[in-house]
């Protein structure tokens, strides 16, 4: 900007000195023509910003809208030079910003789908030991209702060995099983299966998989009371 004032003020002075006036030639006059430089210096920088800044403004509009979760937007740049190269390579980066999370939100649907039917209660908690998910039969089981996400499992599940085999699993690289008795109408048996998670490095949490055993445990009595009767009528 002031190379460009410096230029055209010195072209407005040179105009002045050899135009036919000059025999009447002023300081006034070379002042008058230099602020008339500078001026219009000054507005034609402001018309360059301007247009160098749009592509910029656009960019930044762009980022800020993919950055609140507008991943369809995209520039389509038409112009060329670096302007042109970034906004194709930030519509490369939103197109596969949107696949990846097209594919994260699938994989949950999935996981979702099959801890909704799974005939076992599945219990996750982070290393803080909150919980961070609880399928629905679970709260089945357990009769849990409400939010569960950010809660202790001694909360919901109201058992000393539900929390021995936590506090074990998190302790080892092994899995921890146990089976607890739950009182209630009808005792049920839960064989309880606790490990932390990942087996190596810095453990993010402990998952815990909860199967009724109580028909099995019950066939199992039906068995060891008809080989009794066998044997003794034998």
Do not use: C, Y
């Amino acid at each position: 900007t002031a190379v460009v004032a410096v230029v055209v003020a010195t072209l407005a002075v040179w105009t002045a000195l050899v135009s036919p006036a000059a025999s009447s030639f002023s300081w006034q006059a070379i002042a008058v023509a230099a602020s008339a430089g500078v001026a219009a210096a000054l507005g034609i920088s402001q018309i360059l910003m301007r247009l160098l800044l749009k592509p910029l403004r656009r960019i930044e509009r762009f980022a800020s809208d993919v950055a609140s979760g507008e991943l369809d937007r995209r520039l389509r740049w038409r112009g060329g030079g670096d302007p042109g190269r970034i906004a194709d390579a930030l519509d490369a980066m939103a197109d596969e910003l949107q696949r990846r999370l097209g594919e994260a939100t699938s994989e949950k649907e999935q996981l979702q789908a099959v801890l909704a039917g799974m005939v076992e209660g599945v219990l996750v908690v982070n290393a803080e030991g909150r919980i961070v998910l609880a399928n629905p039969r679970l709260r089945e089981m357990f009769d849990v209702w409400g939010e569960v996400v950010g809660r202790t499992p001694l909360e919901l599940i109201r058992h000393a060995g539900v929390h021995d085999a936590l506090r074990e699993a998190a302790s080892t690289t092994q899995l921890v099983v146990r089976q607890i008795a739950i009182e209630g109408a009808d005792e049920r048996a839960i064989l309880v299966h606790a490990a932390a998670f990942p087996r190596s490095g810095r453990r993010l949490g402990t998952v815990v998989v909860f199967h009724d055993v109580s028909e099995l445990r019950r066939l199992e009595s039906l068995r060891r009371d008809f080989v009794a009767n066998v044997s003794h009528e034998l």
